[in-house]
Each structure stands twice: as C-alpha cells, then as structure tokens.
C-alpha cells in the first residue's frame, strides 16, 4: 500500500521528545513517538529529532521525501530565559539632545531579572550620529571586549526613521556577531517597551541559531525536503529564517500548539480549550474561528510579543485532595501539588490487592506545605489520591483515553476516603472534583466574560493527558457542551503538525487612511507568502482601532503542499446538521442562506416576544467546519463584478450613528475558498476599499456573499 502523506512533527517538553505524523489529506493521525531528548549529544537535541522522526517514518512505512511538510515545536527559547542560559548582549543607544537622554536610560534594562539573583547579561555604549563610522567601529569594540556575543541597535523613533538603526548595525557588521534592530522585532511605537523586546529577543538569539542550524543540517541528511516550519506563541508557524530572525516568537509556544490542535483537528469555532496536564491546566480561548492573543508578559514586563492569551490554573490530573482535620472531615481543596511532586503513584492505577487494608492519612509533600494532603497507606504501599482518580470513579474518562483505569478500582482508591467523608464513593469523588475544577471554572467564566464568547455555541474542548479529570466534569458545572480531543495526550504536536503559516503586522498611525491601511494588510501578505504559504489561500484579517491609532493585519496562510484537494468532503446533509448542531435547532428549521466557493451559508430565525426578530447564521465549509458564527445577520449573494455596488449600499444601510461615533458594519466576504473578514474596520470608506482590494484579483463573475451584522 503506497504511503499517505504524511505532516511530520516533533515537540520537546522536559526529557522527551514526541514525533507525530499527520496524514496532508484527511488530518489523521497516522503515528507517534517518544524518545528521549538528547541533551547531551554532539549534536544537541538535532540527533533526538532525527532519531524520532526516523522512528516515525520507519512505523508509518514511509520514506524521507514522502514528507510533505515538517513543523518543529521547541521549548527552548522559553527555557533558556527561565534558566538565565542567555547570551551577554550588546546594546548601542543612538541619539543626540533628547534623544540621547531616552536612549543612555535603556542602559537600565541590565537590570532584569531572569531568575532570583541572575540579571539580563547586557552591556551598553552610546552614539549621537550614527552616520559617524568611526564611532560605532569603536562603541562595537568596546561591548565585544565586554563580552557582548549579539548587538542590538535602537533609537527614538526607528519604526518610523530605521536608516539609523540600519547604519549602525551595518557599521559593527564587521565583528561578526548576530545583530537585531528594535524596528525589526516590532514597528509600535515606545522606545522602553520595544528596546526592551529586541534585548530579550537578542538574548537567545544565538543558542536559538545554533540549534536551527544543527536542526536544518540534521533534517537535510536525514533526506527529507519538505520546508522546516517552527511554532509561534500565536498559534500559527513560521519559516526556519525568520525563526533566526525572531526566536522571541517561539517562547509560549507549548500553550499555542494545543489550542492549535484542537482549531484544526476538533475544529473549534467558538470556546475554550483547556489542556491539562498532571499538575496543571492552560486555558485559552477560540473566539469566532480565531485564537485569543495580547502582547504578552516576558520577565515581568509587557513586551510586543503577541502570544496565546493562556491562564494557568494549578489543577490537573496528578492534583492531590486536601481534607480538613477535627470531628467533621470534608474535602478543603485540591493541588497545587501533584503525585509527582510528591513522588507517589496514583491510586487508581494501583491494583486492588495492593489497596488492600488502606488506611487514609494526610502528608507534607514539600517543606513549607501544609500537612493536609490525604493519601492512603495499603498494602502495596502508600499511594496519592488525585482528580483522576475521582474522574475514574465517577466513569468519566472513556476507553482508550490516556488515564483511563478500571472503574472498579478507582472506586475502591476512594473508598478509604468516602468513609472518612461521611459520605459514599460518587460523593467523595464528586467532592473531590468539585474542589478542583471549581478553580477552573472561575478563570473559565471570566474569559468567557472578557472574550464575549457565545454562550449559546461556546463548548469545551479538554486536552493533554489529563484532559478527563476536569473538562467533563467542568461541563457539567457550567452547562456548557464538553468533549475531550482526540488523542488528547499528543494535541499539541498535532497542533503544530496541522498549524497555518502567520504573521502579524502591527502600525500606530495617526489618521490612518485607506492607502495606509492597504499597506499594511499587504505587508502582511506578503510576509506569509514568502515564508511558503500559497498566495491564494491567505486569509488576511484587518483592524484599526481608531483609539489607540494602531493598524493591525493579521495574515494565515496554508503551504503549497498543505492546500492540496481534501480526501474527505461532507455532503450536504452533513453540512447541514452540522449547522443545524452549532445553530442549537433542528435541521428543519435551518435553511441555505447562500454560498460560494468552498462555504454554504446557513440560517434560522429566533423570534422573540417584545423583541426584533434574531437571523443567526453559520457559514460552514466543504470539510464540515463551522468557519464562522454570527448571532445577527444580513446575507446577501453577488458577483465580483457587482460587488463594490452591493458593498456600499449595505455599508450605507447598515452603518450605525451614536454617542461613539460612526461604525460601519461587521462584514465578511466569501470569495472561493477564503473568508475575507473586514470586521475589524469601523468606518465606512476604508472598509470599502479594503472589500475592493479583496476582489481586485478575482474574475468578475465569480459567486460572492457578503455576510454583514450590524453593530449595536
């Protein structure tokens, strides 16, 4: 049987390395593996990825060049700046008058803090004209006989003027150092804020060279051809070179794969997805198709790096339960300490000869923690009592998951701790996970509250090998629709295996204008172009918030070989109970909207008593996928050709006038296989011209819908 090309992945997380494969046409899984991650090899952690991706392909039954796409996800980045294992950088400040107050104050950025008691490595040397060769060869000199191993250039205002910048590291380009730019690494304005990013991005920079080259070198003799892709903390990919350019993007990144596994493969359109692990849960949100992102915190301080918005909640499979002493027993909490920090096993995995005659008492798993942590001491020895082996008791993890157990043995860990409780075996396990997941369920309600998801179709995906012992039993707490990913254990690897090519491009300009803002959405564009992604297929999201003046474009794009036709198409009844599902009505209440290219859209009518009568919508594409939800809509159908008229009269229908201003409305065009979405643009002429720049390309008959709600 000829082999399924397959997308290949490897993750590394502590002393393993995982390897999926992934078939291009269908998004199955076809494989996985573990190695150990070599650490100490000659090669670094090159020799453990080839090792497991030759293990991979050999239990496929594939060859190297069958490969069509690889993705690498690393931990690295974000290891080096919690271990202090960075580089001294070298940092030239470049100004006169004022400007040379503001750029000298950047010297202080040696001040941060790594880890307790180790400081950010960083030397500092000043210019005032940077077109003066002579002074920066000699500010150059002086951080290299400092220790400096990268360079970094900022001055006031280079998002705007970067010949500065660019002069001077052309002038230290002699010294043979990797070098960066505070406007390459972000164009937002704020000397402090984007210095400070470029620092810490230089930091890592050349630990995170080293590794990509050994990286790509392994890879090519290995024989596989396929372009080498790397995660990003916004749950997308980029190339190997512009990882070299910008290592920073890859810290965060463990969080970003999950939630890009489960956009990809449980196909999310609006929720939360949790990823739990044995001693914790991430948390993050899928708003609309899209993952929630905001400039993250990076060694205490805000940075431009745009990442994953993930909350942590200290609960996850390994927690242990915390029991009150005196007369009445009762269940006072769970974690944040887990089996594995207290170096037990869990009890569920136990036998039941070796739970026999167990006793519960309660431990200090750690020096300065409190002595209330219950375990139970049997026969076979001493054991922890965790969420999942409530989960198992109480049947909530199904076969064939990753931390399923027999029942009956789960019942019997909690037997022990049910007496003591007062209570039977589903009451203890029931308190148990109520005391653990209740800390879930508070960050859970408070990004829903602050993302505005829809209650209506928000649902809840679990993932991570722990997924069971808290995404079900959160479903039942909040009423919210739950389910646990496939292959759950390994969804972030799959995450990066099925991740688009992405990349963000962010301007402050004042007044923004349509030509402005056409620029940038083509930056964008082509940025994830030239890192491989099929120019047809990118998909290119817009907004300007007219508060803050910032122009954002937002570019997701598949590679070449990853847009290939799909081995599976839904039908159309599939379709429509799928819409029909997301809709929360029976299919014979939904009808076709419209459609065009690849996505039919779908609607019902909510009527409601002293209320406008709601039209919610799903577009859902050939796959089956809902792309996108919209609670109240106007759908209308087209032409490219006749679109730009269509388009203006809907803008002018459909604009809304009050105390905040003028605000176009949310509009979103179907043109083949894209969405282009515009909803992020509040007023009407560059909204209209952003339309027209989607079409421009396109033959004049084609099908479009337009998909417009208006803003309240």
């Known amino acids: 049987m000829p082999c399924a090309t397959p997308s290949s992945w490897w993750w590394l997380v502590g002393t393993f390395t995982d390897a999926v494969a992934v078939d291009a046409a269908t998004l199955e899984l076809l494989g996985q593996v573990k190695v150990p991650t070599s650490h100490h090899h000659e090669d670094g952690v090159a020799h453990g990825i080839v090792e497991a991706l030759g293990r991979l392909l050999e239990e496929i039954d594939c060859d190297p060049q069958d490969v069509a796409f690889l993705a690498h996800g690393t931990t690295q980045a974000t290891n080096a700046l919690l271990e202090g294992d960075v580089a001294t950088t070298g940092l030239i400040g470049i100004g006169t008058g004022p400007g040379a107050v503001l750029t000298r104050r950047l010297a202080a950025l040696g001040k941060l803090e790594l880890t307790p008691g180790k400081r950010l490595p960083l030397v500092y040397a000043h210019v005032p004209d940077h077109r003066d060769r002579d002074a920066v060869g000699q500010a150059a000199d002086s951080l290299v006989r400092q220790g400096a191993e990268v360079l970094v250039a900022s001055e006031p205002f280079s998002v705007d003027r970067p010949e500065g910048e660019e002069a001077v590291l052309e002038a230290a380009r002699g010294h043979g150092l990797p070098m960066t730019a505070g406007h390459e690494i972000t164009s937002l304005y704020g000397l402090h804020k984007r210095t400070r990013t470029a620092v810490v991005n230089a930091a890592i920079l050349p630990r995170m060279l080293a590794t990509a080259d050994l990286v790509d070198a392994s890879i090519t003799r290995a024989g596989v051809t396929a372009p080498l892709m790397v995660m990003r903390c916004d749950g997308g990919v980029m190339s190997l070179d512009e990882m070299r350019r910008r290592p920073l993007l890859t810290i965060l990144s463990g969080p970003a794969a999950g939630v890009a596994g489960a956009l990809m493969q449980e196909r999310i359109s609006e929720g939360v997805f949790l990823e739990t692990g044995g001693t914790s849960t991430d948390i993050s949100v899928v ?63 136990a036998s039941v000869e070796e739970l026999r005659d167990a006793t519960v008492g309660t431990i200090r798993p750690m020096a300065d923690d409190p002595a209330d942590y219950a375990v139970l001491d049997a026969a076979g020895g001493r054991f922890a009592i965790t969420m999942t082996c409530a989960a198992n008791a109480l049947g909530l993890v199904p076969e064939g998951d990753f931390a399923r157990c027999d029942p009956q043995v789960a019942r019997a860990a909690l037997a022990p701790l049910a007496a003591l409780l007062g209570t039977d075996v589903d009451g203890a396990a029931t308190q148990l996970l109520d005391a653990g997941v209740e800390q879930v369920k508070t960050v859970v309600d408070a990004m829903v509250g602050d993302y505005r998801l829809d209650e209506d179709t928000a649902v809840l995906v679990g993932g991570g090998g722990g997924a069971a012992s808290v995404t079900p039993h959160l479903a039942r707490l909040t009423g919210f629709e739950g389910r646990i990913a496939r292959h759950s254990e390994v969804i972030s690897p799959i995450g990066v295996a099925l991740a688009l090519v992405r990349e963000q491009i962010e301007r402050i300009i004042p007044g923004a204008g349509q030509e402005q803002i056409l620029a940038v959405r083509a930056e964008a564009e082509a940025a994830v172009v030239a890192q491989g992604a099929a120019a047809e297929g990118v998909e290119v999201e817009v907004t300007v918030d007219p508060q803050t003046s910032k122009v954002r474009a937002v570019a997701t794009g598949a590679t070449e070989l990853r847009t290939q036709d799909r081995a599976h198409r839904t039908d159309d009844g599939e379709r429509l109970r799928n819409a029909a599902a997301s809709l929360k009505t029976d299919a014979s209440a939904v009808e076709v909207l419209a459609a065009a290219g690849a996505h039919t859209v779908y609607g019902t009518e909510v009527r409601r008593r002293l209320r406008a009568t709601r039209r919610p919508v799903r577009v859902v594409d050939a796959d089956g996928v809902v792309r996108l939800h919209v609670a109240d809509a106007h759908v209308e159908s087209t032409t490219v050709a006749d679109a730009p008229g269509v388009l203006a009269r809907l803008v002018k229908e459909k604009t809304s006038y009050g105390d905040g201003g003028v605000r176009a409305p949310a509009v979103r065009l179907l043109l083949g296989s894209r969405i282009a979405d515009l909803s992020g643009v509040l007023e009407p002429e560059p909204l209209l011209a952003l339309a027209r720049g989607e079409l421009r390309s396109r033959g004049g008959a084609e099908p479009v819908v337009a998909v417009v709600e208006v803003r309240s």
């Open 287 to 349: 708003r609309r198709g899209k993952v929630a992102v905001q400039h993250a915190t990076v060694l205490g301080k805000k940075s431009y790096l745009n990442a994953l918005d993930v909350r942590t909640v200290g609960v996850g499979g390994g927690s242990m339960v915390r029991i009150g002493d005196g007369a009445n027993r009762t269940v006072t909490g769970v974690g944040p300490r887990s089996a594995h920090i207290a170096g037990l096993p869990y009890a569920c995995f």
